[in-house]
């Protein structure tokens, strides 16, 4: 069964009403029900009491004195109030029956041993019966006492109290169902208001937010929930927005170098010595836009999967030797001294192929920024587990700190000096020690230089 919100809470509340208001009239019912029978009853005690007055035995046998009250109305008419009155010896025999019995009997046990009330049917009148056993002086049993009052007004009392308690029963349930469901969709038309808007929203108004509620409960804590989401959203939506604009951009210039000098080159011919010359500047411009592409197609990689390191004991210095060795011409061309005090057992545990990649980007960055014949110092510090790249470059403008890993971002005066560079590198290795737990910081003064730190977890 699917029922809208609205209808469920109606519900909901309105079983428990029922349920409340079923126990309520049950109790109503119940009470009415034990006082009507119960004061029959006191009836059938004063008039057994009366009887029993009269009584007297010899031995087994009941004598009975007859009385004037035993002539009363009540006694001899079936219509008007009559109680009936029997009396029957041990044998069964009837001793005595009320006037009004006619050719009735009343129904009795003649096992009873005990003071008994039960309902009965007699001439097709309800009645209620007490039924007494009559004992001689020795206390045995010598007859029966059956007494009879009509309990048909009891009885109309109850069935018209019953009708009335299940028609009001109807009535109240059938209202408040009415009143329940006006009373929720009082209730949730916030819900419907923020559906409405949240559903207005897309990625052309995507800064829009939802209103939010006057009071202060779980719909307004609801509203202000998927506000969060949605200024997360936008945030990411306009990384997204500026990666690609980014990514173009960067894109652009080596792509304008290479149309440029193919242009140039078109224009007339030239001599084999000018050919190779602009060729050579097309494949730097060619190599600029290949490792733009290695690049972003690296960051694609982290970005859409788990990535799931491996952790490995890796000696620090196989990974800096591995990088002297592949990065040797490129130290010489910029006569780098690198200075390394990092111990033959300086180890960590990381996975080794991505720490080479995040190793290789600081170490490439510290040459790429160093001042031509300076230093780059690698040192490794046990006790807090951190290794240090520190460079004599150009240093990083401390308001440009925040923005260092983020995807494209080059300084300023990288921006405008003649390094190449695309901003892409930092980002990287930053995703790559993100997951591996590894801590990357850095700090820098102007013009004197860098210091990148690697902390790793123990
Ligand atoms: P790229 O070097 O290709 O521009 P990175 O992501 O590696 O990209 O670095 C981002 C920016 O951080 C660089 O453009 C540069 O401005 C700055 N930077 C990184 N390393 C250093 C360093 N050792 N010294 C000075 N600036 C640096």
Redesign the pocket.
């Known amino acids: 069964m699917k029922l809208s919100f609205k209808k469920r809470i109606a519900t909901y509340n309105l079983l428990a009403v029922a349920a409340l208001m079923a126990i309520a009239f049950a109790a109503i019912y119940a009470v009415v029900y034990y006082t009507s029978y119960k004061h029959l009853d006191d009836d059938i005690i004063t008039e057994k009491t009366e009887v029993f007055s009269n009584l007297d035995w010899d031995d087994n046998a009941i004598i009975m004195r007859k009385m004037p009250e035993w002539e009363e109305a009540e006694h001899k008419q079936i219509e008007v109030n009559p109680t009936f009155i029997q009396i029957v010896n041990l044998k069964g025999q009837a001793l005595f029956k009320s006037a009004n019995l006619q050719g009735n009997h009343l129904l009795f046990n003649p096992q009873n041993k005990t003071t008994a009330f039960y309902n009965a049917i007699i001439n097709n009148q309800r009645i209620r019966q007490g039924q007494f056993p009559v004992f001689n002086d020795k206390g045995k049993i010598i007859g029966q006492l059956t007494i009879g009052v009509s309990q048909q007004e009891s009885y109309n009392v109850l069935h018209n109290l019953l009708i009335v308690l299940l028609a009001t029963y109807i009535f109240i349930i059938s209202i408040l169902y009415f009143i329940m469901i006006f009373v929720a969709s009082k209730a949730i038309a916030p819900v419907d208001q923020l559906i409405q808007s949240a559903s207005r929203i897309n990625d052309a108004n995507i800064n829009s937010r939802l209103p939010l509620p006057e009071n202060e409960d779980e719909i307004r804590q609801l509203a202000e929930t998927i506000n969060d989401l949605l200024n997360r959203l936008e945030s990411s939506f306009y990384q997204q927005k500026q990666f690609t604009s980014d990514a173009s951009h960067e894109m652009q210039t080596p792509l304008a170098g290479i149309k440029g000098i193919i242009e140039v080159l078109l224009r007339k011919p030239r001599t084999a010595e000018r050919y190779e010359e602009k060729l050579r500047e097309v494949l730097v411009q060619t190599n600029r836009l290949s490792q733009l592409h290695d690049q972003l197609l690296q960051l694609a990689r982290l970005e859409s999967t788990v990535m799931i390191a491996k952790k490995d004991k890796v000696h620090l210095t196989e990974i800096i030797k591995k990088y002297l060795n592949t990065h040797e011409t490129l130290i010489k061309k910029q006569a780098i001294q690198i200075q390394s005090s990092v111990p033959l057992e300086a180890q960590v545990w990381a996975d080794s192929i991505l720490l080479e990649m995040i190793a290789d ?1 600081l170490i490439s ?2 040459i ?2 160093n001042k031509m014949g300076g230093n780059i110092f690698i040192d490794w510090n046990p006790a807090n587990r951190t290794l240090s790249i520190t ?1 004599e ?4 403008d401390s308001d440009q700190l925040l923005s ?1 890993f983020n995807r494209f ?3 300023d ?2 921006r405008s000096s003649q390094i190449p ?7 990287i290795a930053k995703r790559l020690c993100d997951v591996q737990s590894i801590g990357l910081s850095v700090r ?1 003064t102007k013009n004197i230089g ?1 210091t ?1 730190l690697l902390q790793f977890p123990s």
Do not use: E, T, V
């Open positions: 980007n960055n510290a790429k920024y460079d470059g150009i240093g990083i260092l971002f080059r300084a005066d990288s560079g695309n901003g892409l590198g930092l980002s820098s860098s990148f």
